[in-house]
């Protein structure tokens, strides 16, 4: 999944779990029509990435309930762009979140790339060699250049006592002016050889245990598969990749409608259980996956209810 989108996700479910089943007052109803913003600033290694997505939005509540599973329930329609080393992404996104444990969207993005750190990179075959030594070696043949790509996102969650359980699921569609007759790119931030013109999925699992006191912590599954690129060279598989690994969260503190609210630090570790070139042909299997993230959101203005 891309660092972001799985984070937010990640990061969204820890703050529902910090706070589903407290005891004490009703949440703070939100207003009927609100403009919200969120800004997630992630670090990753292995593969290297720093990413900062910004998210600008506007969101319609679809009903009026103290309930918990209901208080904040929307749709909402807002500008997602996303910022890395590599690429700009620039586009909006469209969601529903019919009851607190669900979430559903669907984004549009224009892409472009620098032709900085050895990215974009097109590759003939599935069989090349996409490991970060071939695109470390070979970043005088990136390209700078364009594209489109949808993204839809489907995202579970339930909780029993301190316990909780999520499920995010991102699927990708990328149209990619690629180098040549080259119909295959590498792409960093699902850390796969991608096909143009075809999907790409992602799923993440987190099972958590809920402190009182805004500490989230348990562990993370992460499978990748990229349709169209699966098959690789001799090396083994393409795809699916899979990972598993620890994840700490701590959200500081919550309060609603405030322009500055949530401000969330996440930490998630994962040892590469299949990849093509991180189980030791390229980098030893030892080598854990890192990503440090930062984010916080707030309400701009909402109206009178």
Known sequence: MSISAALLAALAFASWAAHAGEQGPAPSRPPLHRLVYGNLLILRYNPLGIEDRIELEYRYRLQRSDDILWNDTYVSLGL???????????????????????????????????????????????DDDFSDSAIEGGAERAIATTGHELQLRASLAAKAGPVALSNNLEAYWADMRLEGGDRYYYQPRLDVLAHDLHWALSNDTDLVYVTGFGLVAGVRNTVTHAFGAAR??????????????????????????????????????????????????????????????????????????
């Open 80 to 126: 997602t762009p996303t910022v890395n080393a590599a690429l700009t992404r620039l586009g909006a996104t469209l969601a529903v979140k019919p009851i607190a444990i669900a979430t559903l969207s669907a984004g549009y993005y224009y892409v472009l790339w620098y032709d900085a750190f050895g990215h974009l990179r097109s590759f003939e075959s599935p």
């Open 232 to 305: 690789g060279g001799a090396e083994g598989e393409n795809t699916p990749t899979e990972r598993l690994g620890p994840l700490l969260a701590y959200v500081f503190f919550d309060e609603p409608r405030s322009a500055f609210n949530k401000p969330t630090l996440l930490l998630v570790t994962g040892f590469w259980l299949a990849h093509r070139f991180r189980t030791g042909e390229d980098v030893q299997r030892g080598v854990p996956f890192v990503v440090l993230a930062f984010k916080c959101e707030g309400e701009l203005w909402g109206s009178d209810d």
